[in-house]
């Protein structure tokens, strides 16, 4: 079965980083562009960062561009989503989504997106 799997979703102080990974389960990460949005309740879901598995390039929406960085390393490891400075509005359950690049441009509508996480859980909170 295909399957994304997102993890490390927590609560933590405002201003304090959290990590998330995703990997996948039935097929290699190795050939599809990441992508990561988040729902907050009462919102619509918003993407907010990709990678361009092909050429690296990464992708983010303003509202977290210089604080969330996005990576892979190698073949077989997780997408990373480190997130930095994290404020509360930054609270919302976070998804990784497949595929986010549809060779031109970076898709940030949940349209032709194919595979999906569960989710995980982030707060921020005093």
């Known amino acids: 079965q295909v399957q994304l799997v997102e993890s490390g979703g927590g609560l933590v102080h405002p201003g304090g980083s959290l990590r998330l990974s995703c990997a996948a389960s039935?097929?290699?990460?190795?050939?599809?562009?990441i992508g990561w949005f988040r729902q907050a309740p009462g919102e619509e879901r918003e993407g907010f960062s990709c990678?361009?598995?092909?050429?690296?390039?990464?992708y983010f929406a303003d509202s977290v561009k210089g604080r969330f960085t996005i990576s892979k390393d190698n073949s077989k490891n997780p997408v990373y989503l480190q997130m930095n400075n994290l404020k509360p509005e930054d609270t919302a359950v976070y998804y990784c989504?497949?595929?986010?690049?549809?060779?031109?441009?970076?898709?940030?509508?949940?349209?032709?997106?194919?595979?999906w996480g569960q989710g995980t859980q982030v707060t921020v909170s005093s």
């Open positions: 990678i361009s598995i092909e050429n690296g390039n990464t």
């Open positions: 989504a497949a595929p986010c690049h549809d060779g031109r441009s970076w898709t940030t509508t949940q349209q032709g997106y194919g595979y």
């Open positions: 039935g097929f290699t990460l190795d050939y599809h562009d």
